[in-house]
């Protein structure tokens, strides 16, 4: 199939935000979306932005059955390992399920990891559900290690009530 | 005690080197450490940062064995949420044995949650390790969820010839 993978422009905002309910919804949690295509503008196309992204496009004649020529994204970040340096980290990687099986979500992840490297960044990180087979199987058979199941590592997080009682802790200045 | 947390200088970077490999120790992979302060000094006070840093101060008079005043740090960057938007991530938290017990692990981990606060984060996150009980114990005694215990997230990584093969195959514009 014929696609390009091209970065995202703040035109792509509403597009990029179908797609995260859908991948949303493919993993089981719709319901903890809260996040708008403004606020995907904001954060994604300011001065030093929150995240990068591509788009996979097709062209006009292989729309998909919605109409949508935006069929794919990768949403990614720099992050920072102390024991190695530069890391880019992989949020989501998605594509519309018509349009799997034609090496879009490869050529995705492959072009985050180029880009990556030009950056410097000795590691390309992602999450994925235990249950989640399918993305496991396919990480794994492009050669990505489970650091969860190698070295124990476990995502711990601070949210809400939580992490307003953190803050307000915090020592004066 | 008497301590002061402070946000990371340049100058630091010497200091905040020597910690990462007691903490690298401390982990039980002190090989796995690549970084010098040159690096850290580079990518952390650069145009687009890839991390900041906080560090932990105390007096003189209360220096540590080996003459140290600088005996703590936390390094943390921003990451984002696609269902929640922008998080801040602690990669590090490290206060030396000799000052444990005094709140300085607490106070430079408030101090990320209030930084983060502040930056509209809606999230703290990080990582331990599963052997690392009194880290674990530590953040769920102060409200963390562990999201591998609880939702089953893995981490998953590419590096060396992995990422390299990876960003070989990206398509070329």
Redesign the interface.
């Given at each position: 199939m014929n696609f390009k993978?091209r970065c995202a422009a703040k035109e792509d905002c509403k597009d990029i935000s179908r797609m995260?309910m859908d991948?949303?919804i493919y993993e089981k949690?719709p319901d903890?979306?809260?996040?708008s295509h403004e606020?995907?503008e904001r954060?994604?196309f300011c001065q030093?932005p929150?995240?990068e992204c591509l788009v996979a496009e097709v062209p006009e004649e292989h729309k998909s059955n919605e109409g949508f020529t935006v069929i794919g994204y990768a949403?990614y970040?720099?992050?920072?390992?102390?024991?190695?340096?530069?890391a880019v980290?992989l949020?989501?990687l998605y594509v519309m399920s018509e349009f799997r099986g034609n090496g879009i979500g490869?050529?995705l992840?492959?072009?985050v990891?180029?880009i990556?490297?030009k950056k410097q960044c000795?590691?390309?990180?992602?999450?994925?559900?235990?249950?989640n087979t399918p993305s496991?199987d396919f990480?794994a058979a492009?050669?990505?290690?489970?650091?969860?199941?190698t070295?124990?590592?476990?995502?711990?997080?601070?949210?809400g009530?939580?992490?307003?009682?953190?803050?307000?802790?915090?020592?004066k200045d």
């Open positions: 993978i995260i991948l949303a949690m903890q979306v809260k996040i606020e995907l954060d994604g030093n929150f995240f949403l970040f720099y992050t920072y390992s102390t024991w190695k340096g530069r980290y949020e989501d490869t050529a992840l492959s072009k990891a180029e990556g490297k000795v590691r390309l990180q992602l999450s994925v559900l235990n249950w496991r990480y492009k050669g990505a290690q489970d650091l969860t199941v070295e124990g590592w476990h995502a711990i997080r601070f949210d009530q939580n992490l307003d009682n953190l803050a307000n802790e915090a020592p």
